[in-house]
Each structure stands twice: as structure tokens, then as C-alpha cells.
């Protein structure tokens, strides 16, 4: 898709005139010279019968090359310096049988500013909002959707809802886009812009939202049978009042040994 210098701004007329056949339409386009402030423009045109007169229009920025250096060719070099304005350049080409056409592009590099997904209204459409995108594509201009891995995709800028203006672009993402991360990437004129933020994920519309599985019917739990009255249990009676144990008896008092007189002894000598 992007190739190295020259580079190349391509802008198609936007109203072609018919002369015979072949519609006449014109285009600008611009090589830039390696590390110069340089650059060449060419008006080409088709359809036209010469010989064809041409006639420049340049914006703030660019000035032509050279003392006297005529305008009325259908090329021109110009030196390019940096502007706060819109570096705008236009040529109308005008053949021998009256027919006149025009071009114009922009020199400024391209810039997305912000994009816009997809919404229940447009399915699958993205509005990306900057400047410097040109009138119209052609070639390899494009949307591109870059995933992480994989090949980039190319979004349709031919679908219904689709546009092209230098301000806004608006094409449809494929299906393949859905659901994964992207970076968002813009091709003008050999220029390339990058979305910034973080990537895009893009989801499914409404319409191919899988639905949902219909849940199995409950069945009906049985009432629980009501459980029988419990019967309270009658209170127990008072258990008899205890009696208190009479104190016990004093012990004897127990004499010392030595105060027990000796036993009586028989005449046999025997206790």
C-alpha cells in the first residue's frame, strides 16, 4: 500500500464534462523531491481535444519556482514551505472545442481527529473525522483495519452510508472486523494517518446478536403438607421439697488409752 517517494496526491474532478464519448475529467498530481521543499505538479486530463490551455491556483505556502515562471502549462514546479493555512492547489484545463475541467488537492499531510463506530442506526458504518483526505479516492486510498496479527482489512467505501470528502470519511467494516482489536489506519495520496488512542473493538450489530436460549419451564414445587400442631408439654409439677438430714449424733468422746481401766480377770487367771 505505501511506497516510498515520490509521492503522489491524486484529486479527481468532481464534475467531469462530456465531450463525445469519453467524459473529460482531470486530476492533480504532485511528486514531492527526497529532502527538498520541493515539489512538482502536473494537471492531468482525458477527454479533452487540444490543444488544452491551463490555469493555476495556488493557496498560502506555495510559490512557484523560478522568475516568471508561467502558469499556463500543465505542469509546474512549486516550493513548498510550511503554513498555518490549508497549502491548497487547483488547475483548470480548457480543450480547443470550448470543454474545461478541474482538480484541486491539498498538500497537507493527513490527520484523523476522531472516529466514530458504528451505531443501531448505521450497522457496520465508520465515521472517521479529520482533514487532508482529498476529494475523492482513488488506488489504494482507503479505510484500513489492522489487528494484531493477521492481514489488514480493507472497510467498503462503496456501501450504502458511505462517503468521501477532505473532512470526513465514511465506510462500512467488514464482518471479519467484528469483535476484535483494531487499529484504524487511513490511505490518501501515498499519505498514511493512524487513529489515535487506543485500538477499536468493534461490536456485533443488534440484528446478529445471537439471542438468547429459552429457559426451561419450572415445574411447581407441591405445597408442603402442614406440619401438625405440636402440643405443648404440660408444665412439670414442683418436685417435692427436700427434707434438710438431721445433723448426726456427736461421736463419744473417745478416752485415752491409758485412762481404759484393764479388763476384770477370772480366777482361772483369765480375762
Not at 31 to 46: F, H, K, N, V, Y
Not at 128 to 140: K, L, T
Not at 167 to 182: D, F, M, V
Request: proline fraction near 14%; charge should be positive; glycine fraction near 8%.
Amino acid at each position: 500500500m505505501i511506497r516510498h517517494l515520490p509521492l503522489l496526491l491524486l484529486a479527481i474532478a468532481a464534475a467531469p464534462v462530456r465531450t463525445g464519448c469519453t467524459p473529460a475529467r482531470a486530476r492533480i498530481a504532485i511528486s514531492r523531491l527526497p529532502d527538498t521543499s520541493l515539489a512538482t505538479a502536473r494537471c492531468l486530463t482525458r477527454g479533452l481535444n487540444p490543444p488544452i490551455r491551463f490555469r493555476w491556483t495556488l493557496g498560502p505556502g506555495l510559490t512557484p519556482v523560478g522568475p516568471g515562471a508561467p502558469r499556463d502549462e500543465g505542469a509546474l514546479m512549486l516550493a513548498v514551505s510550511r503554513s498555518g493555512k490549508k497549502m491548497s492547489i487547483a488547475c483548470t484545463a480548457e480543450g480547443a472545442a470550448g470543454a474545461s475541467v478541474s482538480a484541486a488537492t491539498s498538500l497537507d499531510p493527513i490527520s484523523i481527529r476522531a472516529v466514530e463506530l458504528p451505531s443501531g442506526a448505521h450497522p457496520g458504518l465508520l465515521t472517521i473525522s479529520g482533514s487532508g483526505f482529498g476529494a475523492a479516492p482513488s488506488g489504494d486510498d482507503g479505510v484500513y483495519l489492522v489487528p494484531l496479527r493477521g492481514p489488514s482489512l480493507r472497510a467498503d467505501a462503496a456501501c450504502p452510508g458511505a462517503g468521501w470528502k477532505d473532512t470526513e470519511i465514511r465506510a462500512c467494516a467488514p464482518k471479519e472486523a467484528i469483535g476484535r482489536s483494531l487499529q484504524l489506519r487511513v490511505e490518501s495520496g501515498e499519505q498514511l494517518a493512524i487513529a489515535p488512542g487506543p485500538p477499536l473493538m468493534l461490536a456485533p450489530p443488534l440484528s446478529q446478536t445471537p439471542p438468547l436460549a429459552h429457559a426451561l419451564p419450572v415445574a411447581h414445587t407441591p405445597p408442603v403438607a402442614h406440619a401438625p400442631t405440636l402440643v405443648h408439654p404440660r408444665p412439670l409439677a414442683h418436685p417435692p421439697t427436700l427434707m434438710r438430714p438431721r445433723p448426726l449424733a456427736h461421736p463419744a468422746t473417745l478416752a485415752h488409752p491409758a485412762t481404759l481401766a484393764p479388763a476384770p480377770m477370772n480366777r482361772a487367771g483369765k480375762k
